[in-house]
Every structure is written in C-alpha cells, then in structure tokens.
C-alpha cells in the first residue's frame, strides 16, 4: 500500500493541485479502511450509484486490486436494475477477446475475435494475424454455448460481420471481404472494398456492418453503405455516422453515438439526402438524441485515460462523463416489459457499465433522456468488465459481449498516467478472456428461436412482435429471393392497423424487386404517418421515367396541404425525380420554398439536391423572398461562402510531395475527427481549416499537439465544447513512435492544407518545445495558451 501512495504523489506532483490534493485523500482514505478493516470479514458492498466518498471505501479497495475473475465472480459484482438478473452464454476457453457478432437463422452466434489488440501498452505485436470468426453453438439447450467452430483465423484485427445470403463481409482493415460459405467453412473470397477502412488508427475505423431496415449495409465512423446485387456489390455515399456500433429503431431510423456522446441519431430515413458535397452538415441526420452524458460507476475509475484532468473524474475518482461510449442497441424485444420497448441501451467499457435511456417521438423528430437517477442499468464492480458490443437477441434478451480486459485504450492515444496505473495494478493481463453475457427478467423464460426457412411462414413472422424475429424474416426473404411470395406479401401491405407489418413487407418487396406503382401509391395516401413515411422512404426504389408521373401529384398535393412531417422528405426525393425530369424537380424544390421558407430540415433538404446549383437557386429564393434572414437564404448563403472559400484550396498532390509522412499521420490520426476536407465533422472536432489555432502562432499548435487540449475553444469566432463536440483532443507527444520531424511534417501538412498558409514549422520546433514543458503531463486550456509569450 507504501508503493501505491509514492505512485500517487511521485506522479501527481506534475498535476494540477486540486488533483494532488484528491489523490492524496484518496489514498489516505484507503490506508484507514484497510486498518478498519482488519480481522473484519469483508462485506459485498451496495451499489448506489452515490458519487460521494461515504461508504465507498471498500470499493476504492476493490479498484485497487483489480483482480482476475471467473466469469461466475464477475456476474457477482454487477449492479443489475432490479427485477433483472445475469446469466452466462459463453466465456474463456470458448473464445477469447470477443468485439461483435451476428446470430444466424439457427439461433448460432458469429463471433469476431479481436485478441491481439493491444497486447501491452506499447501494442506490441499488434499486427500479428492471431484474430478470428468463430462460431458458437449450444448444443444441449441449456441456453449456454458449449461448442466453438473456427470459420476464419489468420486476421489481423478483424471488427466487424454481417451474414447475408450464403455468405458472411468480414471487415479486416482496410479490406471488406465477402467469403461463400459452405457447410460452415469459407470457400470463395471476394473482395468488396479495398478501401473499407483506409485511414485512421484501431479506435477509428469503420466498423458496425448493421444491416439496416432499407435492405443496405451502414458502417459507424464511416460514409459509406454497402448492398450486394446479384454478384456485384454496389457501394453508395451516405452521411457519416458515430464511432463504434450502430442500431435502428422499428422506422429503420440510425442511431449511434461518439465516445463522449451518449445517443446520436437520424430524424430521416438513412439512404436520404447525402447528395451535395458543399454541405457539411444536413439537419435531420446526425442529431443529439439524448444530451445528458453523465454516468454512474459502481466503482472508482482511477483507469481512464485522462483521469488526471480535472473534471474527468469526481471527488470519489468516479468516471463524471462518458468518455467511451459506444454500441447503443434498441430495444425491440418482447422479453422485457412493454415500457422497456424502443428504449436505448449504451455501453460505457471505460467505466463498465451499461445506460438505459428512454426515447420519445415527435412527429420526426426522436429525443431521449436517461431512465434513471445517479444510477444505471448495469454497473459492475470488476475493472475488467469491458461491454463493448450490446445487441438484442432472438430470445429478447439483452447481449452483452464483454472484452474483458485492462487496456482498451489504444497506444495512439495512451497518456503516461493511464500507462502508470497499467502497470502499478498489473492490468495489461489476460489477453485471451472474453464473455457474452445476457441481462433477462427474473422469473421469465427466454426461449430459444430457430427460424424455418419456409418463404410462407417467414412471410408471417414479419407480423412478428419481436423484432428481432422480424428483420431476420425480412433478410432470410430477401437473401432466398423467392418471387412466388409476392401475392402474400402484397396482401399485407393492406393490413394498416399494423404498420410493422406493413414496413417490413414493403422493404421486403423492395429487396425482392417485385414492388410496384399500385403497391406504394396506397400507402402515400395513408393518415398514419409511420406507412406515409415508408412509402415516401420507398419511392427511389420504385419510381422510373414510366411511372414518376402518377407520384407526382401526390407529393405536390402533400405540399399543398402543408404536410410539415412529409416536407423534408419530398425535397429529398427531389434529387431522384431531378434524374429523370430535373425541370419538375426544381418546380417541386421552388414550392416547398414558398411554403416552407423558414423550416430548417425542410430547407437543408431542398439544399441536398442543388450541388454546383447553389448560387442560381440562391438568387431565385430572393425573388421568392428577399429577406436575408429567412433559413433558406441563410443557408443558401453559408455554403456558398463555403465554396467560395474552398476555391483557393492549395492541391492535395502537391502537399503530399512536400509532407508524405504528414498526409500518412494525418489520414491516421487527425482525419477521422477533422475530417478530410479539414473541416470538421460534427460531434467528434472542430475545423483545422481557417482556424486560428493551425495558422496563428506555431508554439500554441505544437503545445496542443504534444499535450493536447482540453475544451471549450474558440475557433474562427465559434466557441466549441462538449457536449456538441469531444470535450478534449488527446496528445501524441508521449507516443514513442512519432518523431519530431514526423510531428512536424503532419503539423506543415494542416497550416498550408486547404485554405490555410502559414510559416514552416521544423523538427527544432517541436524539440524546443517539449524542453519548455518537459514535465507537464496534463492537457492544455485555450485560456492557459492565450497566456504563453
């Protein structure tokens, strides 16, 4: 216990005071529970989600000696919502470091398994092909895996599956590949993308591969989407979306989120209105969904990578805010009580646990809030509970697939604080545990589902309660591509007092190409606005130089009558009506102006169809309109100030002649937060183009870099902060691997990208630097910066 107290104060003697102080107590507090102690039988502690010192003691202890656990003990030390229990599906030696799976027609799982991420704090040997797709059966019934078949190994660091028709897309960075699958076994590779995940470290690059309600494949931390078409796979711009996992709700709306944000979210269906590369944002798609990102440990977590700003942990050294939140899943099961239903789950593996939020409709738009509080749904005393995957299985019960492990931060990022508590509490083993758990209602019996493969009763199923039953009926369809349905199929579409049924019916008919004219132009005319927004979601799918007409009247007549919650989606639409007749797409396009001049969604979905048309559509709203303050001219306005900015963007070939190893560094580490265009993407970063922290004084830049920099901060006369973006950018300083000419290529790289220009910054630079604040450890504040001469 000596040891850990000269940890503290030898470390944190290069913290600010406040921390020193907090540590100090923290520690000393330790000290006198263990004299109390003594002789004591030690007593299970109750969890209360309390952020204060009182009684926790004994968890503080616990958090210090982090012990290994059996699977059994570690479902002993969560803090489960009451009327809920925990049970075991599989754990080591049955697999080993799980990140996702899929679940087949067989009730099977589809494991990935990650084990060779970050095998010690220096990632050594991290490349090595060590991963794998497994799968697990249970083959007694007993509800607990107990057989393990490899599919695929020698990957290296494989994240994410979909299994779609007879095949399975691996995601293997920076390939997509689709492997045959024949009696279980891999027999013909193709590869789909080469460039699936080009760029960017472990923690960000694309993964996910949800199979989405619309019959298309969407990626997190990605803006693509994948759709297999006989035997080509088409690949589509969409909006990027989140960072790690991804979901939909029963209107196949996305959700995800970033590790600092608890929800994000789409208003619109997700194939809609990524069609103009001037605007860097659409309203409606990538929404806060629910604001508040507190959380509430079971246990302290001193274990964070920044836990020595202050703030990040509270007076406890309890996580206060999100910081690796990921892997949101709605609930959409029958298992759970009805109020549990469309709720939305996300996990928090830095500070193991696992956040209910509820979600509310208002006419498109989706806002939530947390169940509870100071309390959570999950929380688990073992520091090693890593719940980095949450899905909703067949049965309705909630899965959780938990790493289980000490280190989940990855070497790019990792600060020499969180190194030090690494090794002092000797996290960095086991490497090859790994559990999947799931959260049931007590006294309730999930039963285990096997899906026939029978077209007419998979028709049936999609009348289904449970949605997960649901979607796989509607994807086992549609990868059976069996047209003799379509009588059935069509006979439920009628059936509106069930609009799941009709949804997944239509979307079915879609992934089949059998929909017509005559079954979608009902459905428009429906009152219930959940089959109206399917039918609008649809028409790209359906509508074609033969049949547009017989639409057109519809949407017009919806403008007319002012439908507000079909607006967005008609401007949206415009852009396939523009394919076909594009003097009918802008007559549409200049009524839903008139009407809707100062709609926000409305007005950023008219702006989705007019690339390279900005300025011409800009001068037609003012005749409209000329009051410069109406939202359609506003925006209109800003993107086109955008483009005119952008003009003199120096060229890309030239900079990567004159930094090649600043464009590598900042395709791996600067480009998934601040985007390639350097412009920011939104949640994650502000923009790097124009702004005065990259062009003004270089010692600030390079201060930012090393030690990176802890919000709010003002750029370009715009003050960011969490939670609308991540509340700090992590430094490369201490990454051994980065040389001060590396730093100083990448930092040359982004103060002469785009538009900006300013004077070279050199190896020396960064040298002298790092000599001035040799001993600083803690991020920098822009108020700290402004200071320095």
């Known amino acids: 216990?000596?040891?850990?107290?000269?940890?503290?104060?030898?470390?944190?003697?290069?913290?600010?005071?406040?921390?020193?102080?907090?540590?100090?107590?923290?520690?000393?507090?330790?000290?006198?529970?263990?004299?109390?102690?003594?002789?004591?039988?030690?007593?299970?502690?109750?969890?209360?989600?309390?952020?204060?010192?009182?009684?926790?003691?004994?968890?503080?202890?616990?958090?210090?000696?982090?012990?290994?656990?059996?699977?059994?003990?570690?479902?002993?030390?969560?803090?489960?919502?009451?009327?809920?229990?925990?049970?075991?599906?599989?754990?080591?030696?049955?697999?080993?470091?799980?990140?996702?799976?899929?679940?087949?027609?067989?009730?099977?799982?589809?494991?990935?398994?990650?084990?060779?991420?970050?095998?010690?704090?220096?990632?050594?040997?991290?490349?090595?092909?060590?991963?794998?797709?497994?799968i697990l059966s249970d083959k007694n019934g007993d509800g607990k895996m107990d057989d393990r078949k490899v599919f695929l190994d020698s990957l290296v660091l494989p994240r994410a599956i979909c299994l779609i028709e007879n095949g399975i897309l691996v995601a293997e960075s920076p390939n997509l590949w689709f492997y045959q699958i024949q009696n279980d076994r891999p027999v013909r590779r193709t590869l789909v993308d080469a460039t699936y995940a080009e760029g960017g470290n472990v923690e960000h690059q694309p993964n996910g591969l949800f199979r989405a309600l619309d019959n298309w494949i969407y990626s997190a931390k990605s803006s693509k989407r994948y759709r297999k078409k006989g035997n080509k796979w088409l690949i589509e711009k969409t909006h990027f979306r989140g960072q790690w996992g991804m979901t939909q709700d029963d209107q196949g709306r996305l959700f995800y989120n970033t590790n600092s944000e608890n929800l994000l979210g789409d208003y619109f269906s997700p194939g809609l209105g990524a069609t103009n590369a001037h605007q860097r944002s659409v309203?409606?798609?990538?929404?806060?969904?629910?604001?508040?990102?507190?959380?509430?440990?079971?246990?302290?977590?001193?274990?964070?990578?920044?836990?020595?700003?202050?703030?990040?942990?509270?007076?406890?050294?309890?996580?206060?805010?999100?910081?690796?939140?990921?892997?949101?899943?709605?609930?959409?099961?029958?298992?759970?009580?009805?109020?549990?239903?469309?709720?939305?789950?996300?996990?928090?593996?830095?500070?193991?646990?696992?956040?209910?939020?509820?979600?509310?409709?208002?006419?498109?738009?989706?806002?939530g809030r947390e169940a509870y509080t100071k309390k959570e749904f999950l929380a688990s005393e073992d520091e090693r509970f890593r719940p980095v995957s949450l899905y909703v299985g067949p049965d309705g019960a909630l899965y959780i697939i938990d790493m289980y492990r000490g280190i989940i931060q990855h070497k790019t990022y990792l600060t020499p604080y969180l190194k030090n508590e690494i090794r002092e509490r000797a996290l960095t083993k086991p490497l090859s545990y790994g559990r999947i758990y799931k959260v049931v209602p007590e006294n309730k019996n999930e039963q285990a589902i096997k899906i026939s493969k029978d077209p007419n009763q998979l028709v049936s199923l999609l009348r289904s309660e449970n949605g997960w039953v649901r979607n796989k009926a509607q994807q086992l369809l549609v990868d059976g591509k069996n047209k003799t349905i379509a009588s059935a199929l069509r006979n439920q579409l009628k059936a509106i007092n069930s609009p799941l049924s009709v949804s997944h019916s239509l979307w079915t008919m879609e992934g089949l190409g059998i929909l017509q004219t005559t079954d979608v132009l009902p459905l428009l005319k429906q009152t219930d606005w959940k089959i109206r927004m399917q039918a609008l979601s649809v028409l790209p799918s359906v509508m074609n130089k033969m049949n547009y007409r017989f639409f057109l009247p519809v949407l017009q007549k919806m403008i007319d009558q002012k439908d507000t919650l079909a607006a967005p989606y008609i401007a949206f639409l415009a852009h396939f009506v523009q394919r076909i007749n594009p003097v009918v797409a802008h007559r549409l396009l200049v009524n839903l102006a008139k009407k809707y001049p100062d709609n926000l969604f409305v007005a950023d979905a008219i702006i989705s169809n007019l690339e390279d048309k900005e300025a011409v559509f800009y001068k037609e709203a003012l005749k409209i309109n000329p009051d410069s303050n109406l939202?359609?001219?506003?925006?209109?306005?800003?993107?086109?100030?955008?483009?005119?900015?952008?003009?003199?963007?120096?060229?890309?070939?030239?900079?990567?002649?004159?930094?090649?190893?600043?464009?590598?560094?900042?395709?791996?580490?600067?480009?998934?937060?601040?985007?390639?265009?350097?412009?920011?993407?939104?949640?994650?970063?502000?923009?790097?183009?124009?702004?005065?922290?990259?062009?003004?004084?270089?010692?600030?830049?390079?201060?930012?870099?090393?030690?990176?920099?802890?919000?709010?901060?003002?750029?370009?006369?715009?003050?960011?902060?969490?939670?609308?973006?991540?509340?700090?950018?992590?430094?490369?300083?201490?990454?051994?691997?980065?040389?001060?000419?590396?730093?100083?290529?990448?930092?040359?790289?982004?103060?002469?990208?785009?538009?900006?220009?300013?004077?070279?910054?050199?190896?020396?630079?960064?040298?002298n630097t790092r000599n001035k604040f040799k001993n600083r450890e803690k991020t920098f504040t822009a108020e700290e910066l402004d200071k320095l001469n």
């Open 1 to 134: 216990m000596k040891d850990y107290v000269k940890v503290a104060l030898d470390y944190d003697n290069k913290q600010t005071e406040k921390f020193l102080v907090k540590r100090i107590l923290y520690f000393l507090l330790v000290l006198l529970t263990v004299a109390a102690l003594m002789g004591i039988k030690r007593q299970e502690p109750i969890y209360s989600g309390s952020s204060n010192m009182g009684g926790d003691s004994l968890l503080i202890k616990n958090s210090l000696d982090a012990p290994v656990l059996s699977a059994e003990e570690a479902i002993k030390k969560m803090h489960v919502e009451s009327g809920f229990s925990v049970k075991l599906v599989a754990a080591e030696p049955l697999l080993a470091a799980p990140v996702a799976l899929n679940f087949d027609d067989k009730g099977r799982m589809w494991v990935v398994e990650m084990e060779n991420y970050m095998p010690d704090t220096s990632g050594t040997g991290e490349d090595e092909p060590n991963g794998k797709v497994v």
């Open 283 to 367: 309203a409606g798609y990538i929404r806060k969904v629910v604001a508040d990102n507190r959380v509430f440990p079971a246990r302290p977590t001193p274990g964070v990578n920044r836990g020595y700003v202050p703030g990040v942990l509270d007076d406890s050294l309890r996580l206060v805010n999100f910081t690796a939140a990921c892997s949101p899943v709605i609930y959409n099961g029958t298992l759970f009580d009805k109020s549990y239903y469309g709720n939305a789950f996300v996990a928090e593996p830095s500070a193991n646990l696992i956040k209910r939020n509820i979600l509310q409709e208002d006419g498109y738009k989706v806002q």
């Open 631 to 767: 939202v359609i001219n506003r925006q209109l306005k800003k993107i086109m100030d955008d483009i005119a900015r952008s003009r003199n963007n120096r060229s890309p070939a030239e900079l990567a002649k004159l930094y090649p190893k600043g464009v590598a560094l900042f395709g791996t580490i600067c480009q998934t937060c601040h985007g390639k265009d350097g412009n920011g993407v939104p949640s994650l970063a502000p923009p790097l183009n124009n702004s005065n922290w990259v062009v003004g004084d270089k010692e600030k830049l390079i201060a930012i870099v090393l030690y990176g920099l802890t919000g709010p901060v003002r750029v370009s006369g715009k003050v960011y902060k969490a939670p609308e973006i991540n509340g700090d950018m992590p430094p490369i300083g201490h990454n051994k691997e980065f040389t001060d000419e590396d730093i100083a290529q990448v930092l040359n790289y982004i103060r002469n990208a785009w538009s900006n220009k300013a004077e070279k910054v050199s190896a020396g630079d960064i040298t």
